[in-house]
């Protein structure tokens, strides 16, 4: 399961979904920016939509690129979680009280974590060529397109009520 090339065509659809979905939460800013603008909270939710939408455009990207080597591979996904990781950790939208805990976990914390976890795991996976290799990649993406896709609504509809 560390063979990039087999995993090309799950990069492909990987990178043109997200990046239709990235360019469709650009259109739900611009309608909505004022009220996106009004807080910190909208503000950090529309960031984190942001780097949840585009990572898995990256992590697909760096699958398609041809490095040479596995170990190049195995290091820029690692890389790329530290620097995905830290940036949601930053961006994170903090609790609201309008929203319950289990709903606020499920939709905010949950899809970052997966999604810096697979490709973490998916890095090391193929530096260690085991622990199931790149297969860490696919939850990590589901969950991120989940949590940018809730994130999406949250700006284009509930930003409204």
Do not use: K
């Not at 990987?14 to 996106?36: D, E, K, P, R």
């Not at 990781?85 to 976990?105: C, F, K, Y």
């Not at 085991?130 to 397109?145: K, R, V």
Request: zero cysteines; a negative charge.
């Amino acid at each position: 399961m560390t063979d990039p090339a087999a995993w090309s065509d799950f990069s492909v659809a990987t990178a043109g979904a997200a990046a239709a979905l990235t360019g469709l939460l650009f259109v739900a800013l611009s309608i909505n920016l004022t009220a996106v603008l009004a807080s910190t909270h909208t503000t950090a939710r529309a960031a984190s939509t942001l780097v949840l939408l585009a990572s898995p455009v990256f992590l697909a990207l760096a699958l398609l690129a041809p490095w040479g080597s596995s170990t190049t591979l195995g290091v820029v996904l690692v890389v790329l979680a530290v620097i995905i990781g830290g940036s949601l950790g930053v961006m994170l939208p903090r609790p609201i009280p309008e929203v319950p805990l289990p709903a606020w976990i499920a939709t905010t914390v949950l899809p970052p974590v997966v999604l810096t976890a697979g490709a973490l795991l998916a890095g090391i996976g193929v530096l260690a060529d085991g622990l199931g290799g790149l297969i860490w990649l696919a939850p990590g993406i589901g969950f991120a397109l989940f949590g940018g896709l809730v994130g999406a609504w949250v700006l284009l509809v509930e930003i409204l009520r």
